[in-house]
């Protein structure tokens, strides 16, 4: 061990600990934003101690938006149970989703690894992602029907191009110098896909899956939008036509706690699969 | 006389060959945006050589390299390995690169039995090799870490174990310490140069630094500027020398003058045709 390396380690020590240190006055900073997002809330809607800023029309106190959910556990809405329309919404989510990554992901990999593949499939799929895809909600209705199909269909159309294309750059972003060590080293086709491309490959599909889970959400209102009598977003988009806007809340939280836990789960998946993300 | 000029590609040389490099040219794209980067170049290493190519920047010298590893093929001429003409990359010729090379996914041990493995070893023979190999350049210790917390010096340590672990008849070094800092490269160079003498490798070492040809090698080429062609070729014996300051003897100057002379009309050139594009 020389001298150098020695002290090279020593300051990749120092370097951990201050990075902790940073670490926590950030979650700190951060709970911080939340907190006065929240008490800025109460302030203007008065929390029942003094006269609302804004009507509760417009905005329900927390603790309205609280006792709101608490009405549709029990009562639920319109019919069903809350805990149905949670269920059909993220059934349509996880479903289209799922699919996305499961199918794209490995149509990414032969996109990035084979370039006829490359030549007849990237236009096509390129071409069509510039393409609005609620414009498409209309021919989707009448092509798969009113029934889960269609919105699973129209989740899935924004989220697919955007994971196979995500796939694919990984691959072709994979430093030339790895391959070409793994293939001096003896290794075969098969061995310089599975050790090396693919590990490569892992930081770039999970970027570009954390990115499709907020267009998933955003498509999910969408596919609720018409043709539908359950799911959360569609639970919001009928209350406001009555003003409930607590109920709007209610749906809103938990479509944003949806989108978020996931964010946070396939982080953390990240975090513990691909440890070496950032160094190249 | 420490250093002395000698013609490389000789048929005696040639007939008792481990590399030998006939006629190579190559030439990058095609019409009248082609390049050349390599101009007809003759080399022959024998076994137990450890042969430092110098050159300007952009002289084709890592060409020259990435033909005899088999990452390019040949424009022209024919590289040819122990008898046979080299056809892409194998196990038989280990390669260390600058830096980047290291699978970051993988941890060191499993970095340096990754080759034994590919070429078809039993799981607990290729860490077994491994490990022995890591403990041999020092790394002993680290086995479980990952390449990314190393500094340079180790990760490229790492590297030379990787290329060793499977006993190539050559080993191709692309500028291995340019990246280290000077006490680094001066600490590791002398590694090598024991680690050489012991083992007897032949080696192919890609270099812009006229003292580590000196202090390294036993046979130097300089090159030309672009397109790179072998402008002189030195039998060195430095590296002979049990003293490892011998880079401060005045001997060893006069031979870095020598070269130097040569060099410098060629990285003028190269300097030209720089501010040319």
Same mark, same amino acid.
């Given at each position: 061990?020389?001298?150098?390396?020695?002290?090279?380690?020593?300051?990749?020590?120092?370097? &951990?600990?201050?990075?902790?240190?940073?670490?926590?006055?950030?979650? +700190?900073?951060? !709970?911080?934003?939340?907190?006065?997002?929240?008490?800025?809330?109460?302030?203007?809607? &008065?929390?029942?101690?003094?006269?609302?800023?804004?009507?509760?029309?417009?905005?329900?106190?927390?603790?309205?938006? +609280?006792?709101?959910?608490?009405?549709?556990?029990?009562?639920?809405?319109?019919?069903?149970?809350?805990?149905?329309?949670?269920?059909?919404?993220?059934?349509?989510?996880?479903?289209?989703?799922?699919?996305?990554? =499961?199918?794209?992901? *490995?149509?990414?990999?032969?996109?990035?690894?084979?370039?006829?593949?490359?030549?007849?499939?990237?236009?096509?799929?390129?071409?069509?992602?510039?393409? /609005?895809?609620?414009?498409?909600? #209309?021919?989707?209705?009448?092509?798969?029907?009113?029934?889960?199909?269609?919105?699973?269909?129209?989740?899935?159309? *924004?989220?697919?191009?955007?994971?196979?294309?995500?796939?694919?750059?990984?691959?072709?972003?994979?430093?030339?110098?790895?391959?070409?060590?793994?293939?001096?080293?003896?290794?075969?086709? +098969?061995?310089?896909?599975?050790?090396?491309?693919?590990?490569?490959?892992? *930081?770039?599909?999970?970027?570009?899956?954390?990115?499709?889970?907020?267009?998933?959400?955003?498509?999910?209102?969408?596919?609720?939008?018409?043709?539908?009598?359950?799911?959360?977003?569609?639970?919001?988009?009928?209350?406001?036509?009555?003003?409930?806007?607590?109920?709007?809340?209610? &749906?809103?939280?938990?479509?944003?706690?949806?989108?978020?836990?996931?964010?946070?789960?396939?982080?953390?998946?990240?975090?513990?699969?691909?440890?070496?993300?950032?160094?190249? | 006389?420490?250093?002395?000029?000698?013609?490389?590609?000789?048929?005696?040389?040639?007939?008792?060959?481990?590399?030998?490099?006939?006629?190579?040219?190559?030439?990058?794209?095609?019409?009248?945006?082609?390049?050349?980067? =390599?101009? *007809?170049?003759?080399?022959?290493?024998?076994?137990?050589?450890?042969?430092?190519?110098?050159?300007?920047?952009?002289?084709?010298?890592?060409?020259?390299?990435?033909?005899?590893?088999?990452?390019?093929? #040949?424009? !022209?001429?024919?590289?040819?390995?122990?008898?046979? /003409?080299?056809?892409?990359?194998?196990?038989?010729?280990?390669?260390?690169?600058?830096? !980047?090379?290291?699978?970051?996914?993988?941890?060191?041990? @499993?970095?340096?039995?990754?080759? /034994?493995?590919?070429?078809?070893?039993?799981?607990?023979?290729?860490?077994?090799?491994?490990?022995?190999?890591?403990?041999?350049?020092?790394? !002993?210790?680290?086995?479980?870490?990952?390449?990314?917390?190393?500094?340079?010096?180790?990760?490229?340590?790492?590297?030379?174990?990787?290329?060793?672990?499977?006993? /190539?008849?050559?080993?191709?070094?692309?500028?291995?310490?340019?990246?280290?800092?000077?006490?680094?490269?001066?600490?590791?160079?002398?590694?090598?140069?024991?680690?050489?003498?012991?083992?007897?490798?032949?080696? =192919?070492?890609?270099?812009?630094?006229? @003292?580590?040809?000196?202090?390294?090698?036993?046979?130097?080429?300089?090159?030309?500027?672009?397109?790179?062609?072998?402008?002189?070729?030195?039998?060195?014996?430095?590296?002979?020398?049990?003293?490892?300051?011998?880079?401060?003897?005045?001997?060893?100057?006069?031979?870095?003058?020598?070269?130097?002379?040569? =060099?410098?009309? @060629?990285?003028?050139?190269?300097?030209?045709?720089?501010?040319?594009?």
């Amino acid at each position: 061990m020389s001298r150098t390396d020695i002290l090279a380690e020593g300051e990749a020590y120092d370097a &951990g600990t201050t990075e902790r240190k940073a670490t926590r006055r950030d979650r +700190w900073l951060t !709970g911080t934003t939340f907190l006065a997002f929240f008490l800025v809330w109460v302030g203007v809607t &008065g929390a029942g101690h003094w006269p609302p800023l804004i009507r509760p029309i417009f905005l329900p106190s927390p603790l309205a938006v +609280w006792q709101a959910f608490l009405a549709l556990l029990e009562h639920g809405y319109q019919g069903n149970s809350l805990w149905y329309h949670v269920g059909i919404s993220f059934y349509r989510f996880a479903f289209a989703f799922s699919s996305c990554v =499961l199918i794209g992901v *490995p149509l990414g990999l032969l996109l990035g690894m084979n370039r006829t593949a490359r030549a007849i499939l990237e236009p096509p799929i390129q071409a069509i992602r510039p393409i /609005p895809k609620l414009a498409l909600l #209309p021919l989707f209705l009448i092509w798969f029907g009113i029934g889960n199909t269609s919105k699973i269909i129209i989740i899935a159309a *924004p989220v697919f191009p955007l994971i196979v294309i995500a796939a694919m750059q990984a691959v072709r972003s994979v430093s030339t110098k790895k391959i070409q060590a793994a293939r001096c080293l003896g290794a075969g086709n +098969w061995t310089v896909f599975s050790r090396v491309v693919l590990p490569a490959c892992l *930081p770039g599909i999970f970027t570009g899956i954390r990115m499709a889970i907020s267009i998933a959400v955003t498509m999910l209102v969408a596919a609720e939008l018409t043709a539908t009598s359950d799911g959360i977003a569609w639970m919001s988009l009928t209350a406001a036509e009555f003003l409930s806007t607590d109920i709007v809340l209610v &749906g809103v939280v938990i479509m944003a706690v949806l989108g978020f836990s996931l964010d946070r789960m396939i982080r953390a998946i990240e975090l513990r699969i691909v440890h070496w993300s950032g160094h190249e | 006389m420490m250093i002395e000029r000698i013609e490389l590609a000789t048929p005696d040389r040639r007939a008792g060959s481990k590399l030998n490099l006939e006629g190579l040219t190559k030439t990058f794209g095609a019409g009248a945006e082609a390049v050349q980067a =390599l101009a *007809p170049t003759d080399i022959a290493v024998t076994e137990g050589e450890f042969l430092a190519i110098v050159g300007p920047s952009g002289c084709g010298k890592t060409t020259l390299l990435n033909i005899v590893a088999g990452f390019e093929t #040949p424009s !022209g001429g024919c590289a040819v390995l122990d008898g046979r /003409p080299i056809e892409g990359p194998g196990s038989e010729r280990g390669v260390v690169f600058q830096q !980047g090379a290291l699978f970051n996914w993988m941890s060191v041990l @499993e970095n340096v039995a990754f080759g /034994p493995r590919a070429c078809g070893v039993a799981p607990d023979a290729a860490r077994e090799s491994a490990q022995a190999m890591l403990e041999k350049v020092g790394l !002993g210790g680290f086995v479980e870490n990952y390449p990314y917390q190393l500094s340079g010096g180790m990760q490229q340590r790492v590297g030379i174990a990787r290329a060793l672990v499977n006993d /190539p008849a050559i080993l191709l070094m692309d500028e291995p310490f340019a990246a280290l800092d000077q006490q680094t490269r001066e600490l590791l160079q002398e590694e090598v140069r024991g680690m050489w003498r012991e083992t007897g490798k032949t080696v =192919l070492w890609i270099t812009h630094s006229i @003292e580590e040809a000196l202090f390294l090698a036993s046979h130097i080429v300089v090159m030309t500027a672009r397109p790179g062609r072998v402008k002189a070729a030195f039998r060195c014996r430095f590296s002979e020398s049990p003293d490892l300051l011998v880079a401060s003897t005045p001997e060893f100057t006069a031979a870095k003058r020598e070269i130097l002379g040569l =060099l410098r009309s @060629e990285s003028e050139a190269a300097q030209r045709q720089e501010s040319m594009i």
